[in-house]
Protein backbone atom coordinates (compact mmCIF):
# COMPACT_ATOMS: atom_id res chain seq x y z
CA UNK A 1 0.00 0.00 0.00
CA UNK A 2 1.38 3.35 -1.08
CA UNK A 3 1.92 6.19 1.40
CA UNK A 4 -1.27 8.56 0.21
CA UNK A 5 -3.37 5.42 0.59
CA UNK A 6 -2.18 4.43 4.22
CA UNK A 7 -2.63 7.95 4.83
CA UNK A 8 -6.52 8.00 4.20
CA UNK A 9 -6.93 4.59 5.68
CA UNK A 10 -5.20 6.06 9.25
CA UNK A 11 -7.43 9.11 8.84
CA UNK A 12 -10.61 7.01 8.62
CA UNK A 13 -9.74 4.77 11.30
CA UNK A 14 -9.05 8.13 14.00
CA UNK A 15 -12.55 9.31 12.51
CA UNK A 16 -14.07 6.18 13.14
CA UNK A 17 -12.55 5.54 16.20
CA UNK A 18 -13.54 9.17 17.42
CA UNK A 19 -16.94 8.27 16.01
CA UNK A 20 -17.35 5.14 18.56
CA UNK A 21 -15.77 7.07 21.34
CA UNK A 22 -17.95 9.74 20.86
CA UNK A 23 -21.06 7.22 21.20
CA UNK A 24 -19.95 5.80 24.43
CA UNK A 25 -19.14 9.24 26.35
CA UNK A 26 -22.75 10.93 25.33
CA UNK A 27 -24.37 7.22 25.25
CA UNK A 28 -25.83 7.51 29.20
CA UNK A 29 -26.33 11.29 29.15
CA UNK A 30 -25.70 14.36 26.79
CA UNK A 31 -22.89 16.41 27.26
CA UNK A 32 -23.53 19.87 28.66
CA UNK A 33 -23.24 21.48 25.48
CA UNK A 34 -26.00 19.55 24.37
CA UNK A 35 -28.24 20.43 26.95
CA UNK A 36 -27.42 23.83 26.86
CA UNK A 37 -28.14 24.19 22.88
CA UNK A 38 -31.38 22.00 23.65
CA UNK A 39 -32.84 23.80 26.37
CA UNK A 40 -32.21 27.05 24.55
CA UNK A 41 -33.84 26.14 21.07
CA UNK A 42 -36.89 24.36 23.20
CA UNK A 43 -39.95 24.95 21.10
CA UNK A 44 -38.74 26.13 18.33
CA UNK A 45 -40.27 23.13 16.44
CA UNK A 46 -43.41 24.96 16.32
CA UNK A 47 -42.28 28.65 15.39
CA UNK A 48 -41.05 29.93 12.02
CA UNK A 49 -37.61 28.55 12.55
CA UNK A 50 -38.60 25.27 12.88
CA UNK A 51 -41.35 25.16 9.84
CA UNK A 52 -38.57 26.69 7.64
CA UNK A 53 -36.25 23.76 9.47
CA UNK A 54 -38.77 21.36 8.69
CA UNK A 55 -38.90 22.26 4.87
CA UNK A 56 -35.74 22.13 4.44
CA UNK A 57 -35.15 19.08 6.17
CA UNK A 58 -37.34 17.31 3.24
CA UNK A 59 -34.85 18.21 0.95
CA UNK A 60 -31.64 17.99 2.99
CA UNK A 61 -31.79 14.29 4.04
CA UNK A 62 -32.53 10.93 3.11
CA UNK A 63 -33.74 11.16 -0.24
CA UNK A 64 -30.30 13.03 -0.94
CA UNK A 65 -28.27 9.52 -1.55
CA UNK A 66 -31.14 8.16 -3.63
CA UNK A 67 -30.57 10.68 -5.82
CA UNK A 68 -27.27 10.63 -6.44
CA UNK A 69 -27.83 6.71 -6.64
CA UNK A 70 -29.86 7.07 -9.87
CA UNK A 71 -27.40 9.89 -11.03
CA UNK A 72 -24.88 7.08 -10.94
CA UNK A 73 -27.12 4.67 -12.75
CA UNK A 74 -27.48 7.19 -15.36
CA UNK A 75 -23.80 8.05 -15.50
CA UNK A 76 -22.83 4.66 -16.07
CA UNK A 77 -25.32 3.75 -18.43
CA UNK A 78 -24.23 6.97 -20.77
CA UNK A 79 -20.86 5.78 -20.74
CA UNK A 80 -20.32 1.78 -19.95
CA UNK A 81 -16.70 2.00 -19.50
CA UNK A 82 -17.67 4.45 -15.88
CA UNK A 83 -19.51 0.88 -15.09
CA UNK A 84 -16.67 -0.15 -12.55
CA UNK A 85 -16.16 3.46 -11.23
CA UNK A 86 -19.74 3.80 -10.58
CA UNK A 87 -20.62 0.89 -8.74
CA UNK A 88 -17.35 1.49 -6.58
CA UNK A 89 -18.76 5.08 -6.12
CA UNK A 90 -22.43 3.32 -5.12
CA UNK A 91 -20.95 1.16 -2.90
CA UNK A 92 -19.17 4.05 -0.77
CA UNK A 93 -22.23 5.88 -0.40
CA UNK A 94 -24.26 2.60 0.90
CA UNK A 95 -21.72 2.03 3.54
CA UNK A 96 -21.77 5.24 4.54
CA UNK A 97 -25.42 5.75 4.42
CA UNK A 98 -25.57 2.32 6.95
CA UNK A 99 -23.54 4.37 9.54
CA UNK A 100 -26.79 5.66 10.81
CA UNK A 101 -29.38 2.35 10.41
CA UNK A 102 -26.27 0.12 11.86
CA UNK A 103 -25.40 2.28 14.81
CA UNK A 104 -28.26 3.19 16.46
CA UNK A 105 -29.49 0.46 17.88
CA UNK A 106 -25.90 -0.08 19.31
CA UNK A 107 -25.77 3.48 21.39
CA UNK A 108 -29.63 3.57 21.89
CA UNK A 109 -29.52 7.23 22.47
CA UNK A 110 -32.74 8.92 23.11
CA UNK A 111 -33.55 12.43 21.27
CA UNK A 112 -33.76 15.90 22.82
CA UNK A 113 -37.73 15.64 22.76
CA UNK A 114 -40.17 12.65 22.32
CA UNK A 115 -39.63 11.61 18.75
CA UNK A 116 -39.84 8.22 17.21
CA UNK A 117 -36.05 6.18 16.13
CA UNK A 118 -33.31 6.77 18.29
CA UNK A 119 -30.78 9.51 17.97
CA UNK A 120 -27.16 8.94 17.25
CA UNK A 121 -26.16 9.56 14.88
CA UNK A 122 -28.46 11.61 12.71
CA UNK A 123 -29.81 10.06 9.78
CA UNK A 124 -30.02 13.53 8.75
CA UNK A 125 -27.08 14.21 8.49
CA UNK A 126 -25.26 11.09 7.54
CA UNK A 127 -27.57 11.02 3.97
CA UNK A 128 -26.18 14.40 3.30
CA UNK A 129 -22.64 13.90 4.56
CA UNK A 130 -22.91 10.44 2.30
CA UNK A 131 -24.11 12.19 -0.63
CA UNK A 132 -21.40 15.32 -0.22
CA UNK A 133 -18.85 13.05 0.30
CA UNK A 134 -19.48 10.67 -3.16
CA UNK A 135 -20.09 14.00 -5.19
CA UNK A 136 -16.77 15.04 -4.04
CA UNK A 137 -15.31 11.64 -5.05
CA UNK A 138 -17.06 11.81 -8.52
CA UNK A 139 -15.58 15.47 -8.90
CA UNK A 140 -12.45 13.93 -8.47
CA UNK A 141 -12.45 11.67 -10.99
CA UNK A 142 -14.69 12.67 -13.69
CA UNK A 143 -14.42 16.78 -12.82
CA UNK A 144 -11.54 17.30 -11.13
CA UNK A 145 -11.96 21.63 -11.45
CA UNK A 146 -15.05 21.27 -9.34
CA UNK A 147 -13.66 19.45 -7.13
CA UNK A 148 -13.42 22.70 -3.85
CA UNK A 149 -16.72 23.83 -5.02
CA UNK A 150 -18.46 20.28 -4.39
CA UNK A 151 -16.43 20.17 -1.14
CA UNK A 152 -17.44 23.34 -0.21
CA UNK A 153 -21.53 22.83 -1.28
CA UNK A 154 -21.27 19.66 0.75
CA UNK A 155 -19.54 21.22 3.82
CA UNK A 156 -22.42 24.25 3.87
CA UNK A 157 -25.20 21.78 2.83
CA UNK A 158 -24.01 18.92 5.74
CA UNK A 159 -23.79 22.10 8.19
CA UNK A 160 -27.03 23.56 7.55
CA UNK A 161 -28.89 20.31 7.51
CA UNK A 162 -27.14 19.59 11.49
CA UNK A 163 -28.18 22.89 12.62
CA UNK A 164 -32.21 22.55 11.31
CA UNK A 165 -32.23 18.96 12.83
CA UNK A 166 -31.23 20.99 16.31
CA UNK A 167 -33.84 23.77 15.74
CA UNK A 168 -36.10 20.77 15.12
CA UNK A 169 -34.60 19.44 18.56
CA UNK A 170 -35.05 16.27 17.25
CA UNK A 171 -30.91 15.74 17.60
CA UNK A 172 -28.76 16.85 20.31
CA UNK A 173 -25.57 18.69 18.42
CA UNK A 174 -23.15 15.54 19.42
CA UNK A 175 -25.44 13.29 17.25
CA UNK A 176 -24.61 15.57 14.00
CA UNK A 177 -21.27 15.76 14.90
CA UNK A 178 -20.81 11.82 15.30
CA UNK A 179 -22.56 11.79 12.08
CA UNK A 180 -19.93 13.63 10.37
CA UNK A 181 -17.20 11.35 11.99
CA UNK A 182 -18.72 8.01 11.24
CA UNK A 183 -19.30 9.65 7.28
CA UNK A 184 -16.04 10.47 6.90
CA UNK A 185 -14.52 7.74 8.68
CA UNK A 186 -15.97 4.82 6.69
CA UNK A 187 -16.15 7.36 3.62
CA UNK A 188 -12.43 7.17 3.58
CA UNK A 189 -11.55 3.41 4.41
CA UNK A 190 -13.35 2.34 1.89
CA UNK A 191 -12.95 4.42 -0.76
CA UNK A 192 -9.18 4.10 -0.10
CA UNK A 193 -10.28 0.08 -0.24
CA UNK A 194 -11.67 0.54 -3.46
CA UNK A 195 -9.08 2.60 -4.95
CA UNK A 196 -11.19 5.45 -5.36
CA UNK A 197 -8.56 7.00 -3.39
CA UNK A 198 -6.11 8.92 -3.91
CA UNK A 199 -7.38 10.24 -7.13
CA UNK A 200 -5.60 9.47 -10.33
CA UNK A 201 -3.96 11.90 -13.24
CA UNK A 202 -4.22 11.31 -16.72
CA UNK A 203 -1.27 9.48 -16.50
CA UNK A 204 -2.41 7.46 -13.97
CA UNK A 205 -0.02 8.44 -11.53
CA UNK A 206 -1.29 8.99 -8.04
CA UNK A 207 -2.56 13.40 -7.79
CA UNK A 208 -0.91 13.22 -4.16
CA UNK A 209 2.02 11.62 -5.53
Known amino acids: MTVPRVRWVVTGVVLCAAFVALGLLVDRQPLQLDTEVANALRGQDTRPAGLVAGVVTNVLGPVLPWVLGVALLALALRDRSNLSLCVRLAVVLVLCRLTSLAF ?10 EYPD ?5 GHVVAVASTGLVVVLVCGWFAPRFGRWAAGIAVGATVVAA ?9 WVTDTIGAVLAVLGVGLVSATA ?13 LDE
Open 118 to 122: LSYPS
Open 194 to 206: LRLLPFRGPDGRS
Open 163 to 171: ACRIVLGVH
Open 104 to 113: KPVFLRQRPR
